[in-house]
């Protein structure tokens, strides 16, 4: 699409609190990211019931789309 061809992509890789939850690394590789070629992304893992990892993922956000 014309409209997302600037857009930037935050993937925040909830549970990561859960024993069995999937690695940055995996995700990356299920999701396709380092496929997308000039397209610049990020991942963070989070965990939402404590808030880690959500500000800093916001924060690349931020800082990426000024």
Same mark, same amino acid.
């Given at each position: 699409?014309?409209?997302? #061809?600037?857009a930037v =992509?935050?993937? =925040?890789?909830?549970?990561?609190?859960?024993?069995?939850?999937m690695s *940055?690394?995996?995700? &990356?590789?299920? =999701?396709?990211?380092?496929?997308?070629?000039? #397209?610049?992304?990020? *991942?963070?893992? &989070?965990?939402?019931? &404590?808030?880690?990892?959500?500000?800093?993922?916001?924060?690349?956000?931020?800082?990426t789309l &000024?």
């Amino acid at each position: 699409e014309d409209e997302l #061809r600037d857009a930037v =992509l935050l993937v =925040l890789a909830n549970k990561q609190d859960l024993p069995n939850a999937m690695s *940055i690394n995996e995700c &990356t590789e299920k =999701l396709g990211l380092n496929q997308l070629g000039k #397209r610049e992304w990020y *991942i963070q893992s &989070t965990c939402a019931t &404590t808030g880690d990892g959500l500000y800093e993922g916001l924060d690349w956000l931020s800082k990426t789309l &000024t």
